[in-house]
């Protein structure tokens, strides 16, 4: 039976072309769902079981995945009590299928309570509903969600009363006991299965919930009658209907190619799988509607220009492809000082259109800046987590946890350290403060300057300042001016600093003074350090040798590691050497599985790992192999930093 889900009918949200390629093995599918991976990395399972746990009288209907007609009869039945709290209650009506998270039944009277992950503010009067009154774009998924939910329910049940409630977590209340979040654990099961062992029985014994629950009927009510319409030439009960007849159907729906869907779109085949037979909806996608052949697909497109918000409207102008762009097409803007974002632009459609592989640099910018550093240098990188239950007593929901960070030292010999490093592998102790003195040791000895890739660590360091401020910690002053010296405040913070040795954002130097085609506009560490190494001479040379050979020490890997191969002519990517940290997960596959997961870019294999440190049983042998595959990540991070540095300065000619 083809049913249209609530998760396809978010799918055919994002493009109702979708619909067509989901679940079917013959389509490459970038985001491929791993329930147990999720748990680990978002801790949802968490909220859930907490959420449960407020209603002790609910009855669970659980296994027998996609036998709909069975699920839907067994909530049948429970539903003839007069009064009932059921957990994954099932509703099936003429080819629609849902399950909702709670649901609360007296009489005629039904909450319908959907379970998130996520958390608010109450005293945020624009949660949902923006200033200029529309949705807002990152909770509309979920409200169309909750939407599709009640009106399955309606249609089986029109005289219902049906209010609809989300429950997630308060980011203004405190954990009022400690370990609140190791109260619930994860398993897998045989089946592959994510299963869940509570430590606890009743809900009392985990002090005051922080979780707390909206009512939302006024807003779902708005959606299905038509005051927020997803597509402005369809009513929700439309796009309900076209979704489910074409799905139900197996037909292709036919839908406009549009920039933001396309250019995200998670069916697109890559060389090597179109090699191995799988097909790629996105390229059908654009034979059917476009009559593209082989040569448009190999012609650099819009799709690929870094951070174009001007993509949008230029697709809808019918301007696909590098080529027919202008500068005044894209808003270029030349300055005589770093580069601009469309002057970055413009170096990328000119070296595509042309097959320029050239590298671009400022060399007097990047000279510059090189001449204000101060010796030794000294590279940082964090790895970090948010989880929805607090680790301790006072703790908020959603707070930063900094649970490792790596940091190199670069002598001005050329010699390099990797000098320290820290990690928390121990469940359920939060490690901000012990972490922030464990930096401190390891940065306080010398007033060399000190190097970050992009905000997040400055982002952290405010965090742990606040928690400091909040904190009866001995040392809290010692460690709040510490975290001013090396930091800037964030905007709109009430205490303001720039610290002398404010971290310096290698980010921001390649941004500004950079550009190597080989990135095709991506300013990712994983990008930029493989693409650096496949055009510098300098970089291929030295680090094709051992560590002990080049002066460069390491804490994870033997003196006789070598860091630089080459197969067939191609540089291979130092980040595809290291180990799983996840089974035989790689990290592009668990960032692309939790892409719907904020800020997951560039972290999620280390932030998986941490939740499965946290979450799950496993014995003493397992928890070393997992750290000493994190600290190995972490310490690439950083000497990655090192090399593009040395990058810059072989290409700048400084100190010759």
Same mark, same amino acid.
């Given at each position: 039976?083809?049913?249209?889900?609530?998760?396809?009918?978010?799918?055919?949200?994002?493009?109702?072309?979708?619909?067509?390629?989901?679940?079917?093995?013959?389509?490459?599918?970038?985001?491929?769902?791993?329930?147990?991976?999720?748990?680990?990395?978002?801790?949802?399972?968490?909220?859930?079981?907490?959420?449960?746990?407020?209603?002790?009288?609910?009855?669970?209907?659980?296994?027998?995945?996609?036998?709909?007609?069975?699920?839907?009869?067994?909530?049948?039945?429970?539903?003839?009590?007069?009064?009932?709290?059921?957990?994954?209650?099932?509703?099936?009506?003429?080819?629609?299928?849902?399950?909702?998270?709670?649901?609360?039944?007296?009489?005629?009277?039904?909450?319908?309570?959907?379970?998130?992950?996520?958390?608010?503010?109450?005293?945020?009067?624009?949660?949902?509903?923006?200033?200029?009154?529309?949705?807002?774009?990152?909770?509309?998924?979920?409200?169309?969600?909750?939407?599709?939910?009640?009106?399955?329910?309606?249609?089986?049940?029109?005289?219902?009363?049906?209010?609809?409630?989300?429950?997630?977590?308060?980011?203004?209340?405190?954990?009022?006991?400690?370990?609140?979040?190791?109260?619930?654990?994860?398993?897998?099961?045989?089946?592959?299965?994510?299963?869940?062992?509570?430590?606890?029985?009743?809900?009392?014994?985990?002090?005051?919930?922080?979780?707390?629950?909206?009512?939302?009927?006024?807003?779902?009510?708005?959606?299905?009658?038509?005051?927020?319409?997803?597509?402005?030439?369809?009513?929700?009960?439309?796009?309900?209907?076209?979704?489910?007849?074409?799905?139900?159907?197996?037909?292709?729906?036919?839908?406009?190619?549009?920039?933001?869907?396309?250019?995200?779109?998670?069916?697109?085949?890559?060389?090597?799988?179109?090699?191995?037979?799988?097909?790629?909806?996105?390229?059908?996608?654009?034979?059917?509607?476009?009559?593209?052949?082989? =040569?448009?697909?190999?012609?650099?497109?819009? *799709?690929?220009?870094?951070?174009?918000? $001007?993509? &949008?409207?230029?697709? %809808? /102008? @019918?301007?696909?492809?590098?080529?027919?762009?202008?500068?005044?097409?894209?808003?270029?803007?030349?300055?005589?000082?770093?580069?601009?974002?469309?002057?970055?632009?413009?170096?990328?459609?000119?070296?595509?259109?042309?097959?320029?592989?050239?590298?671009?640099?400022?060399?007097?910018?990047?000279?510059?800046?090189?001449?204000?550093?101060?010796?030794?240098?000294?590279?940082?990188?964090?790895?970090?987590?948010?989880?929805?239950?607090?680790?301790?007593?006072?703790?908020?929901?959603?707070?930063?946890?900094?649970?490792?960070?790596?940091?190199?030292?670069?002598?001005?010999?050329?010699?390099?350290?990797?000098?320290?490093?820290?990690?928390? =592998?121990?469940?359920?102790?939060?490690?901000? *403060?012990?972490?922030?003195?464990?930096? $401190?040791? &390891?940065?306080?000895? %010398? /007033? @060399?300057?000190?190097?970050?890739?992009?905000?997040?660590?400055?982002?952290?360091?405010?965090?742990?300042?606040?928690?400091?401020?909040?904190?009866?910690?001995?040392?809290?002053?010692?460690?709040?001016?510490?975290?001013?010296?090396?930091?800037?405040?964030?905007?709109?913070?009430?205490?303001?600093?720039?610290?002398?040795?404010?971290?310096?954002?290698?980010?921001?130097?390649?941004?500004?003074?950079?550009?190597?085609?080989?990135?095709?506009?991506?300013?990712?560490?994983?990008?930029?350090?493989?693409?650096?190494?496949?055009?510098?001479?300098?970089?291929?040379?030295?680090?094709?040798?051992?560590?002990?050979?080049?002066?460069?020490?390491?804490?994870?890997?033997?003196?006789?590691?070598?860091?630089?191969?080459?197969?067939?002519?191609?540089?291979?990517?130092?980040?595809?050497?290291?180990?799983?940290?996840?089974?035989?997960?790689?990290?592009?596959?668990?960032?692309?599985?939790?892409?719907?997961?904020?800020?997951?870019?560039?972290?999620?294999?280390?932030?998986?790992?941490?939740?499965?440190?946290?979450?799950?049983?496993?014995?003493?042998?397992?928890?070393?192999?997992?750290?000493?595959?994190?600290?190995?990540?972490?310490?690439?991070?950083?000497?990655?930093?090192?090399?593009?540095?040395?990058?810059?300065?072989?290409?700048?000619?400084?100190?010759?």
């Amino acid at each position: 039976m083809r049913v249209l889900t609530k998760s396809r009918f978010k799918l055919g949200l994002e493009c109702p072309n979708k619909l067509f390629y989901t679940s079917k093995k013959e389509y490459a599918n970038e985001k491929v769902s791993d329930p147990f991976l999720e748990a680990l990395a978002q801790g949802g399972f968490q909220v859930e079981e907490l959420a449960r746990m407020h209603y002790p009288d609910g009855i669970l209907i659980e296994g027998n995945d996609g036998d709909y007609e069975l699920l839907w009869h067994q909530t049948q039945e429970l539903l003839q009590q007069e009064s009932v709290i059921i957990f994954e209650a099932a509703f099936l009506y003429n080819g629609l299928f849902i399950k909702t998270d709670i649901l609360i039944k007296r009489g005629n009277k039904i909450e319908l309570i959907e379970v998130k992950s996520k958390s608010f503010d109450p005293s945020n009067d624009n949660l949902f509903v923006g200033k200029r009154g529309g949705l807002v774009s990152g909770w509309k998924p979920y409200l169309f969600d909750i939407a599709f939910q009640k009106y399955v329910i309606q249609m089986c049940f029109p005289l219902w009363e049906i209010a609809t409630f989300i429950m997630m977590a308060d980011k203004t209340k405190q954990a009022t006991i400690d370990g609140l979040n190791q109260s619930f654990r994860i398993t897998q099961t045989a089946e592959n299965r994510t299963g869940i062992k509570k430590l606890v029985q009743s809900i009392d014994e985990l002090g005051e919930s922080v979780l707390n629950r909206l009512n939302i009927s006024e807003i779902i009510n708005d959606i299905i009658n038509n005051k927020y319409p997803h597509y402005p030439n369809l009513t929700f009960i439309q796009t309900v209907d076209l979704f489910k007849e074409n799905y139900s159907n197996d037909t292709y729906i036919n839908w406009p190619t549009s920039f933001g869907s396309c250019k995200s779109c998670e069916f697109k085949a890559t060389p090597e799988e179109e090699k191995n037979g799988l097909l790629s909806g996105y390229k059908e996608c654009f034979k059917k509607q476009h009559n593209w052949s082989y =040569n448009e697909f190999n012609k650099p497109n819009i *799709f690929e220009i870094w951070f174009f918000g $001007k993509g &949008a409207k230029l697709f %809808d /102008q @019918g301007i696909y492809f590098m080529d027919e762009l202008t500068p005044d097409l894209i808003g270029y803007k030349e300055t005589s000082g770093k580069l601009t974002t469309s002057e970055r632009q413009w170096l990328q459609i000119e070296k595509e259109v042309n097959s320029d592989n050239e590298i671009y640099v400022d060399i007097d910018g990047l000279r510059k800046e090189i001449e204000t550093y101060k010796y030794p240098l000294h590279f940082i990188d964090f790895e970090t987590s948010a989880v929805a239950l607090p680790f301790n007593k006072g703790r908020r929901p959603y707070e930063q946890i900094a649970f490792q960070f790596s940091h190199h030292m670069y002598f001005e010999d050329g010699t390099i350290e990797h000098a320290t490093e820290y990690i928390n =592998n121990k469940a359920g102790f939060f490690p901000n *403060f012990d972490f922030i003195r464990n930096l $401190k040791r &390891a940065l306080e000895n %010398d /007033q @060399g300057s000190i190097f970050r890739y992009s905000h997040h660590e400055n982002t952290i360091l405010n965090a742990i300042h606040e928690q400091l401020l909040d904190s009866n910690e001995a040392d809290k002053e010692h460690l709040i001016l510490f975290i001013k010296t090396i930091s800037h405040s964030k905007n709109g913070s009430a205490i303001h600093w720039k610290g002398e040795r404010d971290m310096i954002d290698l980010w921001e130097m390649v941004k500004n003074y950079y550009y190597n085609p080989l990135t095709r506009g991506s300013n990712s560490i994983k990008e930029v350090l493989p693409s650096a190494l496949s055009k510098s001479a300098f970089l291929m040379n030295k680090y094709s040798q051992k560590l002990e050979a080049i002066r460069v020490t390491s804490r994870n890997f033997p003196k006789e590691h070598i860091w630089l191969l080459i197969e067939n002519g191609q540089v291979i990517n130092p980040y595809k050497m290291l180990p799983p940290v996840f089974e035989d997960w790689s990290e592009d596959d668990i960032e692309n599985t939790l892409s719907e997961i904020e800020d997951i870019a560039n972290g999620g294999a280390a932030l998986t790992a941490y939740g499965k440190l946290q979450y799950t049983d496993m014995s003493a042998e397992e928890r070393t192999e997992l750290t000493k595959a994190l600290l190995k990540y972490c310490e690439l991070d950083t000497l990655a930093m090192v090399m593009i540095f040395e990058h810059f300065k072989e290409l700048s000619n400084y100190g010759k």
